[in-house]
């Protein structure tokens, strides 16, 4: 059995969301795999974050507040920064599944791969969904997996860290083009990160859905069968918007706890000491 451990370097990016940043700092602190770095990098916060960062400031090892270019350009600075094995970015308001979880991931193990994914649950507030991981074959499609839901070599980050071409999308253009490098990835089955869905890409899907076809064109086979799938998308995401312009929020809540009737998940749980 293998019983090295090697370290995780945590990365939390955040703009003025001091509350977020609490519940993201409150789950790195009580996680029991002790070794890991917490890496903390703020936009230029104005709202109180700062103080709230100052607060956690015995469980952080690097901690920068400067304006940057963009969400993708702060995780590009906490890569810079990462000394661990592993990297994996958990945004302001995310959190881990449960305290042992990263334990329950190496415990006995030694990954043979570039990349480590696993399942999440979205947090809607009123209620939460179990995100299965898509197939890794299945990526000409769009995202199998959030990002939070990702641990990646930090050795193959550091040289290239993610595209500022991409605002949005970035993340799927860092995984396909690690894909077409033929990287390895494997999926462990179980949940990794609780997720707050009022993230970038769940604001924007227009500018989400331009910025994942342009990714798919660059890597993927744009066969017809391809360019149909994301015309169909196009129209989903549309039509998604016009919803969520026209219907109260219980609404829009309701037809998405429908829709994911089957993989729902009990609410009322502290998100912190969240087991499943």
Same mark, same amino acid.
């Given at each position: 059995?293998? *019983?090295?451990?090697?370290?995780?370097?945590?990365?939390?990016?955040?703009?003025?969301?001091?509350?977020?940043?609490?519940?993201?700092?409150?789950?790195?602190?009580? +996680?029991? $795999?002790?070794?890991?770095?917490?890496?903390?990098?703020?936009?230029?916060?104005?709202?109180?974050?700062?103080?709230?960062?100052?607060?956690?400031?015995?469980?952080?090892?690097?901690?920068?507040?400067?304006? *940057?270019?963009?969400?993708?350009?702060?995780? &590009?600075?906490?890569?810079?920064?990462?000394?661990?094995?592993?990297?994996?970015?958990?945004?302001?308001?995310?959190?881990?599944?449960?305290?042992?979880?990263?334990?329950?991931?190496?415990?006995?193990?030694?990954?043979?791969?570039?990349?480590?994914?696993?399942?999440?649950?979205?947090? $809607?507030?009123?209620?939460?969904?179990?995100?299965?991981?898509?197939?890794?074959?299945?990526?000409?499609?769009?995202? !199998?997996?959030?990002?939070?839901?990702?641990?990646?070599?930090?050795?193959?980050?550091? !040289?290239?860290?993610?595209?500022?071409?991409?605002?949005?999308?970035?993340?799927?253009? +860092?995984?396909?083009?690690?894909?077409?490098?033929?990287?390895?990835?494997?999926?462990?089955?179980?949940?990794?990160?609780?997720? *707050?869905?009022?993230?970038?890409?769940?604001?924007? $899907?227009?500018?989400?859905?331009?910025?994942?076809?342009?990714?798919?064109?660059? @890597?993927? *086979?744009?066969?017809?069968?391809?360019?149909?799938? $994301?015309?169909?998308?196009?129209?989903?995401?549309?039509?998604?918007? +016009?919803? @969520?312009?026209?219907?109260?929020?219980?609404?829009?809540?309701?037809?998405?706890?429908?829709?994911?009737?089957?993989?729902?998940?009990?609410?009322?749980?502290?998100?912190? &000491?969240?087991?499943?």
């Amino acid at each position: 059995m293998n *019983d090295i451990k090697p370290v995780i370097s945590i990365v939390t990016v955040v703009l003025n969301n001091a509350a977020g940043f609490r519940i993201t700092a409150d789950s790195v602190a009580g +996680l029991d $795999y002790p070794f890991t770095e917490f890496i903390v990098i703020d936009g230029g916060s104005i709202d109180g974050t700062l103080r709230v960062i100052e607060e956690y400031a015995s469980h952080i090892k690097i901690r920068v507040s400067e304006p *940057d270019r963009g969400i993708y350009d702060a995780m &590009n600075k906490g890569i810079r920064f990462a000394t661990g094995e592993w990297i994996i970015f958990m945004n302001a308001g995310d959190v881990f599944a449960n305290p042992g979880i990263l334990t329950m991931l190496f415990k006995g193990r030694t990954w043979n791969a570039d990349v480590i994914y696993a399942d999440s649950v979205a947090d $809607y507030t009123r209620f939460r969904v179990l995100q299965k991981a898509g197939s890794i074959d299945d990526l000409w499609k769009g995202m !199998p997996f959030c990002h939070q839901a990702m641990l990646t070599r930090t050795t193959i980050l550091k !040289p290239h860290g993610f595209s500022l071409a991409y605002p949005i999308a970035a993340d799927f253009d +860092l995984v396909y083009r690690m894909h077409s490098a033929q990287r390895s990835f494997h999926h462990f089955p179980e949940p990794l990160c609780i997720i *707050d869905v009022k993230g970038l890409s769940s604001q924007h $899907y227009l500018q989400s859905w331009k910025e994942r076809y342009t990714i798919y064109k660059t @890597y993927g *086979d744009n066969s017809a069968k391809g360019r149909l799938f $994301y015309v169909r998308l196009w129209i989903l995401f549309a039509f998604t918007r +016009l919803l @969520y312009n026209v219907l109260p929020q219980k609404q829009t809540d309701w037809i998405v706890k429908f829709r994911n009737r089957n993989n729902n998940v009990e609410t009322g749980i502290n998100i912190v &000491n969240n087991e499943f």
